[in-house]
């Protein structure tokens, strides 16, 4: 899996948040728990909504009339559960490897919700953050990777994106972006990246005058 991004070389790194930087499962479940308890929704244990966006989530589970404020309920657990956040393995490591402005972080969540987290473990905030409501779609359209794109100014073919889940890999793709997988929340059989590692630590970066390359361990 590794040969598909060796020899490489990519202008700029877009990065997914949860699962992939931050280890925010213990905060999801929480913050998720706690809304449906309070809006009287049964869990779904029959499909997997990671990756999903929180109104696409709310939409399923709310009449119209009620999503606005579902949706401005959970961001505000979301802000408020950060006890239980971590930076994942490589994660402020790779941060601080990477040039700033060759940097981007895209997530189905909020502006508000993705820098709690970046402060809750300790990271290093990333100058462009884009959110599925920056965009006319999240996840798995591609609208997310390409407007990150845009504002490093780099070409979508010379990105990689670096992601924990199915949609994510798919997103990419469909922006025409090289995808690398952690392996974080996602067994390998079911993820179809260009490659694959068990978190962040297992990656090199190495920053060269042509641009940025990766060596997987």
Same mark, same amino acid.
């Given at each position: 899996?590794?040969?598909?991004?060796?020899?490489?070389?990519?202008?700029?790194?877009?990065?997914?948040?949860?699962?992939?930087?931050?280890?925010?499962?213990?905060?999801?479940?929480?913050?998720?728990?706690?809304?449906?308890?309070?809006?009287?929704?049964?869990?779904?244990?029959?499909?997997?909504?990671?990756?999903?966006?929180?109104?696409?989530?709310?939409?399923?589970?709310?009449?119209?009339?009620?999503?606005?404020?579902?949706?401005? &309920?959970?961001?505000?657990? !979301?802000? /408020?559960? =950060?006890?239980?956040?971590? *930076?994942?393995?490589?994660?402020?490591? +790779? %941060?601080?490897?990477?040039?700033?402005?060759?940097?981007?972080?895209?997530?189905?969540?909020?502006?508000?919700?993705?820098?709690?987290?970046?402060?809750?473990?300790?990271?290093?905030?990333?100058?462009?953050?884009?959110?599925?409501?920056?965009?006319?779609?999240?996840?798995?359209?591609?609208?997310?990777?390409?407007?990150?794109?845009?504002?490093?100014?780099?070409?979508?073919? &010379?990105?990689?994106?670096? !992601?924990? /889940?199915? =949609?994510?890999?798919?997103? *990419?793709?469909?922006?025409?972006?090289? +995808? %690398?997988?952690?392996?974080?929340?996602?067994?390998?059989?079911?993820?179809?990246?260009?490659?694959?590692?068990?978190?962040?630590?297992?990656?090199?970066?190495?920053?060269?005058?042509?641009?940025?390359?990766?060596?997987?361990?």
């Amino acid at each position: 899996m590794a040969s598909a991004l060796q020899g490489r070389v990519f202008d700029a790194v877009i990065f997914d948040l949860d699962q992939t930087l931050v280890d925010s499962a213990q905060a999801l479940g929480e913050a998720w728990g706690r809304w449906m308890a309070e809006y009287d929704v049964e869990p779904d244990t029959s499909r997997s909504w990671h990756g999903w966006t929180s109104e696409d989530i709310i939409r399923l589970c709310l009449p119209e009339e009620r999503v606005d404020e579902g949706l401005a &309920r959970i961001e505000e657990l !979301e802000v /408020a559960t =950060t006890h239980a956040i971590r *930076a994942l393995p490589g994660a402020a490591e +790779t %941060l601080d490897a990477l040039p700033a402005d060759r940097v981007a972080i895209g997530t189905s969540g909020t502006h508000a919700v993705a820098r709690a987290r970046l402060e809750a473990a300790g990271l290093r905030p990333s100058r462009v953050l884009v959110t599925a409501s920056d965009v006319a779609e999240g996840k798995p359209a591609p609208d997310i990777f390409l407007a990150a794109a845009r504002q490093l100014g780099a070409d979508p073919s &010379r990105c990689l994106v670096v !992601e924990d /889940a199915p =949609t994510g890999v798919e997103a *990419a793709r469909a922006a025409g972006m090289a +995808t %690398l997988a952690v392996l974080t929340s996602t067994p390998p059989d079911r993820i179809d990246a260009d490659a694959q590692v068990r978190d962040l630590s297992h990656v090199r970066w190495q920053v060269e005058s042509d641009g940025i390359r990766v060596e997987l361990d």
